[in-house]
Each structure stands twice: as structure tokens, then as C-alpha cells.
T-cell receptor
């Protein structure tokens, strides 16, 4: 069964304390892995898409990496405004319409 | 630029009442449209997707239905709401080319509480 698991469920950091969020997946025929940021009461905001193992993408303090079994979202020197829920999702199969989302990691960054 | 509008933002409805949530997309033609539901502490669950007018696929058997009367309009409906229909509903659109989804753009969501 296709599955996406994110860990930890919640992460509390001090401002400037770098860390990583994990997204492990078991899907047949990975077509893409996505990272989204979601603020409370709002829709998710697209961050990255990764398509193949070894690929990396960066945006400001965020860097996403992909292996054959998992993806990491590295947060370097986070600021309080980085506090949000980060969602990982994978596209499974060739149709382009089946995307499986993880439950998310809630990140809290304290000043 | 493409924008997606979803309304209402919040809704409190009694059990057994009807539901209609609307979503419109601007700045793109023939988008792939989706309705997702998000339960607290759980991942987004795909409810419906549409690749064109009157072309709708249902992913989960449930008390809900979807319609796409116009190219950039997607509607989620129910004839009689259940308590279990409560949740955060999200409309989204994406580009899919050659079987690859290039990522979703989500609306701002509707918080539905069935009482």
C-alpha cells in the first residue's frame, strides 16, 4: 500500500537552531515528491517538487533533498516566521492525479 | 498570474442540511481541479478531481458530490450533511503533463462544522 510518513509530528526549535524534517515513503512508481507549507487556517503553499533521487532544491532557509526512500527538508537558522506545518506529498502512478499526503510536521520556532 | 478563489471561509451547518462550496480559478484555461478534505492531524484526502467540464472522478465513496459546470468553476455539494462531514475543505488546481503533476495551488479553504 502506498504510504507517506512524516516525522517528527512536532518540532520545537530556538531561533537559529538548524534541523531537518523527514518524509519517508513507500509508493510504486514515484513520479514526484512535493513539499508544502501550511499556516493555521490557510491552504498549503507550494515549496518544492523533487523528481529523482539525488535531487536538491533550495529556497531561502529551506533545502529539500530526495533519496529512493525518503526526503528531508533542512531548515537552516530558522526564524519565528518559519513556524508552520510542513506537508510532504508524493505522486504515485502515471496518471498525475493520485497524490498521497503525509500528516505533516508542525514546526515551532521560538525567538 | 493564476489565482484561485474559494468560499465561504467558514460554515456552520446543521445535520441533514444541504451544502454547496464553490471554487473558481482565474488566469488559466482547462485546469485540473481538485477537492481535498483535511482532518486534524491527518493528511489531505482527495475527494474529487476533474480534468474538464463534466469530467469528474470520485476517489472516496461518501456523502458528497462534485460538479464542474464551467471550465474554471468547481462545486462541492451534499444533499444532507452528516456530522462526519465536518472538516477543512480545500480546492486546488494543477498542471499535469505527460503524467507528471507539477504541484498544486490551493485555495484558502473552507472550515465546515456540522452541528
Amino acid at each position: 500500500e502506498d504510504q507517506v510518513t512524516q516525522s517528527p509530528e512536532a518540532l520545537r526549535l530556538q531561533e537559529g537552531e538548524s534541523s531537518s524534517l523527514n518524509c519517508s515513503y513507500t509508493v510504486s512508481g514515484l513520479r514526484g515528491l512535493f513539499w508544502y507549507r501550511q499556516d493555521p487556517g490557510k491552504g498549503p503553499e507550494f515549496l518544492f517538487t523533487l523528481y529523482s533521487a539525488g535531487e536538491e532544491k533550495e529556497k531561502e532557509r529551506l533545502k529539500a533533498t530526495l533519496t529512493k526512500k525518503e526526503s528531508f527538508l533542512h531548515i537552516t537558522a530558522p526564524k519565528p516566521e518559519d513556524s508552520a506545518t510542513y506537508l510532504c506529498a508524493v505522486q504515485a502512478g502515471a496518471g498525475g492525479f493520485k497524490t498521497i499526503f503525509g500528516a505533516g510536521t508542525r514546526l515551532f520556532v521560538k525567538a | 498570474s493564476q489565482t484561485i478563489h474559494q468560499w465561504p471561509a467558514t460554515l456552520v451547518q446543521p445535520v441533514g442540511s444541504p451544502l454547496s462550496l464553490e471554487c473558481t480559478v482565474e488566469g488559466t484555461s482547462n485546469p485540473n481541479l481538485y477537492w481535498y478534505r483535511q482532518a486534524a492531524g491527518r493528511g489531505l484526502q482527495l475527494l474529487f478531481y476533474s480534468i474538464g467540464i463534466d469530467q469528474i472522478s470520485s476517489e472516496v465513496p461518501q456523502n458528497l458530490s462534485a460538479s464542474r459546470p464551467q471550465d474554471r468553476q468547481f462545486i462541492l455539494s451534499s444533499k444532507k450533511l452528516l456530522l462526519s462531514d465536518s472538516g477543512f475543505y480545500l480546492c486546488a488546481w494543477s498542471v499535469v503533463r505527460r503524467g507528471f503533476n507539477y504541484g498544486y495551488t490551493f485555495g484558502s479553504g473552507t472550515r465546515l462544522t456540522v452541528v
